[in-house]
């Protein structure tokens, strides 16, 4: 039956652990609509000739309403559509919360291409490699206009806005390759911007991931994993005509070291460390040293956990949520840094952990304006 609905439905194959509590709640609610519809149209069309006019003459009865049919058509849609609701914010809060193991990968979308950028150093464009069996969490952000990172396959969609990052999550379940999509209109090419997920064993990922470290870093982006030189194929990437060996204009391309060394000197080179100190010592800004994870308090006297979503507003707004106990005299980065910057600074602040290390998780996204885009 399961197998039935699906090719009635069209849907694409599942290859994530949400995809099939996804369709299921999708078959519910598709069984459920043509159901009711049915019993509308023929009650419509018993009442239609049951009660239909037989004379000039006839009138028409004057019918009076009873509570108990009220409370049936009443009860019954929202009872229906109440059930949906629990049903569907359980399978909601389990795709928005990423498990605490979950691999970060930080996701940039430009018009008109995906860029994928691993903490560990190997950035990609247009091809996204992951192990199965394993969560992955995907940190997404934007350069221009807002993008939607969709993968039929995994059943998962999530917005990439401008100037603040979003997150999303799945884990593959078994290895191949699963075609990205952006399935928010960004433009001319918005057709045209694919990418794709290669999904790879455990034993290929950690064989392609240490190739990466050992590789050239004019040819590390561009080096397929042992699976897909064995079987060669046509993948998103060459479909939209991405050449991996150019940059398209991102800075993080091509960086020698990981995410979180490049943050280190983009934090030099951007003045960051005039006022924020990586060592605990009190100076201008808080000190980054232990700060990811660390609950701040604010001026107006709430608390916030330090993660992406927060290190990321306070570098694009930095008077919204300032903590207590410091003056108001950041400038903001919004427009001066680039999106892979924002990622590398957020990953070298992950790295200066106190003597406690927290595990915690992201509170979601924040959504920041943009101005003259």
Sequence with gaps: MDELFRRVLFLPERASTVAKDVDHLHYVII????????????????FLIRFRRRSET?????????????????GVPLSTFLVWFFVGYHDFIRMQTPPPDAM????VGKQWMWQFTHPEGPNSIGVLRVPVGKPVRLLLTSRDVIHSF?????RIKQDALPGAYTQTWFEVTKPGSYRVMCAEYCGLKHSEMWAEVQALSPEDYEAWMQEQRRGLVSRRDASPSAPEREEPHEPARLAARYDAQRPHGEVMYGERGSLAERGERVAAERGCLKCHTVDGTAHIGPTWLGLYGRRERLTTGETVVVDEAYLTESMMKPGAKRVAGFEPVMPSFLGVLEAAEVAALVEYIKTLRGARLETIRSEGPVYEPIGGK
Excluded at 31 to 46: D, G
Excluded at 104 to 107: A, L
């Design 58 to 74: 006839e009138v028409t009865r004057k019918v009076e309403g009873t509570l108990v049919w009220e409370v049936l058509f009443v």
């Design 104 to 107: 970060d990968v930080y996701v």
């Design 150 to 154: 969709y993968v039929p396959a995994f």
């Design 31 to 46: 069984t459920t609509a043509m159901v009711a519809a049915t019993a509308i149209f023929a009650t419509a069309a018993y």
